[in-house]
C-alpha cells in the first residue's frame, strides 16, 4: 500500500466520519440514493432528504414502483431534479430487468441512468467489495492540491491526469474504507476555502501545501458571465384559494415539475386563461409584484409574478392530465419547482395583503 493510502486510512481510523445514515446498514441501493443526493449538495442538507426517501422507498423496488410526482415531491428543495428522474429510471430498470438486485461491478453500474464512473465506484467499493477508484468533487481537489495538478478539472487533460492518480492511489484492501476516507478528507480538512492543512495526513508531501498555494489548485473554472432571462409566473387563484399549477414537460428545465404557468414577459393574463379555458370574465383582480431571481447553473431567470384572482374555480382544466388546482393548506404530494414552492409557501399571507390594499 502506498503512502497516500496508509496515511489517510490512518487519519480514517481515528478521525473518519462512521455514523452518517447512509454508513449504517450498508447497501448498495442506500450507498446509491446518499451518492446520487451527495452530488452538489452538502452532507447536511441532504441527510434529512435521505431519511424521509428511505422511510418512504426501503427498496428500490419501493421506489420503482413509484409514482415520479412523489419521487420527485420528496426531492422537492434539494434541485438539479434532473437526479431524481434518472433514480427512478434506474431503480424501474433495475427491477424490470434485474429482479429487483443490484449489479456489482462499476462497469455494469455506469449503464445505469444518472451513474457515472465516480458514483458507480463508490457504490462498488462501498457496497460491493470491488476494487474501483472515484473522483468527486471532493477527491478532485485533494488530488488536485497533493499532485500540483494544472488546469480546471472540468479540461479532459486535467480530469485525465486526476483519475490517473485516483486509481494509483487505490489500495488493492480496504476500498470501502479508503473510499469514504478520501472524500472525508476533502469535505472537512482539504476544503475549497481555508484548508486545515495543520490536521492533513498528508500535508508532509502535498505540493500545494509546499509552495504555500493551496488556493491555486485546483484552478478555477475559467470566469464566464451568465445570460439573464426574463418570464412571468401566472398565480391564477381561484375563490377557494387554490393555485393552478401545469406540469412541465419531462425534459428540459425543472422537467416533470408542477409549476405555475410561466409565459413570456410580454404575456398577458387574457391569452393565459384562455389556454385553461377560464372565461376573462371571471377575473376578478390582478396583482403585479416585484420579480425575483432564481439562478440555474448556466443563466439567471428573473421571474416576474402576476396574481390573477378569479371570482370562482375554473370548469374545463381538471380533464387535463398536466393541469391542476393545488391548495396550499392541503397540498398534494408533487413535485414543485423552487419558485413555486417559494410563491406557494406564501400564497396565503399574500392574498391577504391584496385583499387589504
Given at each position: 500500500m502506498d503512502w497516500?493510502?496508509?496515511?489517510?486510512?490512518?487519519?480514517?481510523?481515528?478521525?473518519?466520519?462512521?455514523?452518517?445514515?447512509?454508513?449504517?446498514?450498508?447497501?448498495?441501493?442506500?450507498?446509491?440514493?446518499?451518492?446520487?443526493?451527495?452530488?452538489?449538495?452538502?452532507?447536511?442538507t441532504v441527510i434529512p432528504y435521505f431519511e424521509r426517501f428511505l422511510a418512504r422507498f426501503p427498496t428500490v423496488v419501493d421506489l420503482a414502483a413509484a409514482d415520479i410526482d412523489e419521487v420527485l415531491h420528496l426531492w422537492t428543495g434539494l434541485g438539479y431534479y434532473a437526479r431524481a428522474r434518472n433514480l427512478h429510471q434506474a431503480a424501474q430498470q433495475i427491477a424490470r430487468e434485474l429482479n429487483g438486485r443490484f449489479p456489482e461491478s462499476p462497469e455494469a453500474l455506469e449503464a445505469l441512468p444518472g451513474i457515472g464512473r465516480s458514483t458507480a465506484g463508490a457504490i462498488a467499493a462501498i457496497a460491493c467489495g470491488q476494487r474501483a477508484a472515484i473522483l468527486d468533487g471532493n477527491v478532485k481537489r485533494v488530488l488536485a492540491r497533493f499532485h500540483a495538478v494544472p488546469g480546471h478539472p472540468g479540461k479532459s487533460q486535467t480530469l485525465k491526469t486526476l483519475w490517473a492518480h485516483a486509481e494509483s492511489h487505490t489500495p488493492q484492501h480496504r476500498f470501502a474504507d479508503y473510499t469514504q476516507a478520501i472524500m472525508d478528507l476533502g469535505a472537512t480538512v482539504c476544503t475549497r476555502t481555508r484548508p486545515a492543512c495543520e490536521r492533513c495526513p498528508l500535508a508532509g508531501r502535498c505540493e500545494a501545501h509546499s509552495r504555500d498555494a493551496t488556493a491555486l489548485f485546483p484552478e478555477p473554472r475559467?470566469?464566464?458571465?451568465?445570460?439573464?432571462?426574463?418570464?412571468?409566473?401566472?398565480?391564477?387563484?381561484?375563490?377557494?384559494?387554490?393555485?393552478?399549477?401545469?406540469?412541465?414537460?419531462?425534459?428540459?428545465?425543472?422537467?416533470?415539475?408542477?409549476?405555475?404557468?410561466?409565459?413570456?414577459?410580454?404575456?398577458?393574463?387574457?391569452?393565459?386563461?384562455?389556454?385553461?379555458?377560464?372565461?376573462?370574465?371571471?377575473?376578478?383582480?390582478?396583482?403585479?409584484?416585484?420579480?425575483?431571481?432564481?439562478?440555474?447553473?448556466?443563466?439567471?431567470?428573473?421571474?416576474?409574478?402576476?396574481?390573477?384572482?378569479?371570482?370562482?374555480?375554473?370548469?374545463?382544466?381538471?380533464?387535463r392530465p398536466d393541469v391542476l388546482w393545488f391548495a396550499p393548506n392541503a397540498p398534494e404530494a408533487i413535485g414543485l419547482s423552487a419558485p413555486a414552492a417559494k410563491l406557494l409557501g406564501s400564497l396565503s399571507t399574500d392574498l391577504q395583503e391584496f385583499q387589504l390594499k
Open positions: 497516500f493510502a496508509t496515511r489517510l486510512l490512518r487519519w480514517f481510523d481515528e478521525h473518519g466520519r462512521k455514523d452518517l445514515p447512509w454508513q449504517r446498514e450498508i447497501d448498495a441501493y442506500r450507498v446509491w440514493v446518499s451518492e446520487i443526493m451527495l452530488q452538489q449538495t452538502q452532507v447536511t475559467p470566469a464566464k458571465v451568465k445570460p439573464t432571462r426574463a418570464a412571468r409566473l401566472f398565480l391564477i387563484v381561484d375563490s377557494a384559494g387554490a393555485c393552478l399549477l401545469e406540469q412541465r414537460p419531462a425534459e428540459g428545465l425543472w422537467g416533470g415539475l408542477w409549476t405555475p404557468p410561466e409565459r413570456p414577459l410580454d404575456t398577458g393574463e387574457a391569452s393565459v386563461c384562455e389556454e385553461f379555458s377560464i372565461d376573462q370574465r371571471q377575473i376578478a383582480d390582478c396583482h403585479q409584484v416585484l420579480p425575483f431571481r432564481h439562478t440555474f447553473t448556466h443563466f439567471h431567470l428573473d421571474i416576474h409574478p402576476l396574481y390573477v384572482l378569479l371570482k370562482s374555480g375554473s370548469p374545463g382544466v381538471m380533464d
